[in-house]
């Protein structure tokens, strides 16, 4: 019966991909796959951690952090089947309640506020060419407005369902010139 439950749970599931299952990652050292079926995941070893995972990034002369809230990966970059799209332009972190996002990298808050199908979202410019994007929050951090400047691993948001989430997660995405590229791999 358990196993029928958490099939249907599964096909139920649109837009941002989400996994009914509690993160088990450390904080921001290695990163898991969440247990259960993630079509797009990327590579893990034997214990479900993401092979290969750096947790900070070189991108174009910034520093970012590849997974900016303790959580598992639900839903990975690139094409997928079912939900929202066929391919997801971002990285899920599913954080089952809310947890606190902090920013990827040092920057200036671009927006914040709601935009379609990602619900509420910060938006954080790290140089001319880079940004990183952070959607589904429950609720924005203290003084997070546009213009505000952050620091990497500054309190900014708290995860959530907002726009087309069905369960608590975070989207997050690197932006290089307006273009979505994989978090995961993306940089030195």
């Known amino acids: 019966m358990r196993n029928v439950a958490l099939t249907v749970l599964a096909l139920s599931l649109a837009a941002c991909a989400t996994a009914p299952a509690p993160p088990e990652s450390g904080r921001f050292g290695a990163l ?59 990285l899920d972190l599913y ?49 997070i407005r546009e213009g505000a400047r952050v620091r990497r691993g500054d309190p900014i948001g708290r995860t959530g369902d907002s726009g087309n989430a069905t369960a608590v997660h975070l989207h997050y995405e690197f932006l290089i010139r307006g273009r979505p590229v994989n978090p995961l791999t993306f940089g030195d």
Do not use: M, W
Request: glycine share 18%; aromatic share 6%; hydrophobic share 30%.
């Open 32 to 90: 898991r796959v969440c247990p259960g079926s993630v079509a797009n995941a990327p590579a893990t070893d034997r214990s479900g951690r993401v092979r290969g995972f750096e947790p900070v990034a070189r991108v174009g002369g910034a520093s970012l952090l590849r997974a900016p809230v303790e959580g598992c990966v639900s839903s990975g970059f690139g094409p997928r089947r079912g939900g929202a799209s066929s391919f997801h332009e971002g």
């Open 95 to 143: 954080t089952g309640a809310p947890r606190t996002i902090v920013a990827g990298g040092d920057g200036v808050v671009d927006f914040v506020g709601s935009q379609r199908g990602y619900g509420r979202t910060i938006v954080i410019r790290h140089n001319r060419n880079i940004k990183t994007r952070y959607a589904h929050l429950s609720s924005y951090g203290r003084n």
